[in-house]
T-cell receptor, first 113, second 113 residues
Framework: NAGVTQTPKFQVLKTGQSMTLQCAQD?????MSWYRQDPGMGLRLIHY???????DQGEVPNGYNVSRSTTEDFPLRLLSAAPSQTSVYFC????????????FGSGTRLTVV | GNSVTQMEGPVTLSEEAFLTINCTYT??????LFWYVQYPGEGLQLLLK?????DKGSNKGFEATYRKETTSFHLEKGSVQVSDSAVYFC????????????FGKGTLLTVNP
């Protein structure tokens, strides 16, 4: 089925470890983004990309890294995990977001201990 | 910058009751407005959208009208069901080449039988 696929669904990390959250879409969307969801905070934008080879920072980029080598994939890297990065992470993609809205993945629940 | 303010929850209703979730926004230009729904343990799904003033978005019995004069996009449903229990997010996109989504903090709705 077409959509946004995120892996893994759950992950537990130790402080200081690094990992990559994967995100892939098969809808040929130009725009992809990463959000984190925390209780009482809504969703906050971490990084986004408007096309292959182009990325930019969102509202809360510190401690995260991204790259966009293909249209389909937009991985999010945690460089050195901290307990403050415990959250649920969502990837989203869009063709023309202001017209058609955004398609979200099912999320990755990350716990840093 | 852009911002979205939605009524704080939780909101608890009995089945068949009328639902209103208030949402107001601050934005320059002509944003597009969205309501997303998140069912327990799932990602966000686009519920409805409106891309210009006086547009009415509707889906699954939910409606919202884009009111530029009051900068509002209130979500309504005439008769809620237990299956409508979820978190509802109001969001805006600045339009044009601005692909970013700005979210409200979400409103938890619980519908009791």
């Amino acid at each position: 089925n077409a959509g946004v696929t995120q892996t893994p669904k759950f992950q537990v990390l130790k402080t200081g470890q690094s990992m990559t959250l994967q995100c892939a879409q098969d809808m040929n969307h130009e725009y992809m983004s990463w959000y984190r969801q925390d209780p009482g905070m809504g969703l906050r934008l971490i990084h986004y990309s408007v096309g292959a080879g182009i990325t930019d920072q969102g509202e809360v980029p510190n401690g995260y890294n991204v790259s966009r080598s293909t249209t389909e994939d937009f991985p999010l890297r945690l460089l050195s995990a901290a307990p403050s990065q415990t959250s649920v992470y969502f990837c989203a993609s869009s063709y023309e977001g202001h017209r058609y809205g955004y398609t979200f993945g099912s999320g990755t629940r990350l716990t840093v201990v | 910058g852009n911002s979205v303010t939605q009524m704080e929850g939780p909101v608890t209703l009995s089945e068949e009751a009328f639902l209103t979730i208030n949402c107001t926004y601050t934005a320059t230009g002509y944003p597009s407005l969205f309501w997303y729904v998140q069912y327990p343990g799932e990602g966000l799904q686009l519920l409805l959208k409106a891309t210009k003033a006086d547009d009415k978005g509707s889906n699954k019995g939910f409606e919202a009208t884009y009111r530029k004069e009051t900068t509002s996009f209130h979500l309504e449903k005439g008769s809620v069901q237990v299956s409508d229990s979820a978190v509802y997010f109001c969001a805006l996109n600045g339009g044009g080449s601005n692909y970013k989504l700005t979210f409200g903090k979400g409103t938890l709705l619980t519908v009791n039988p």
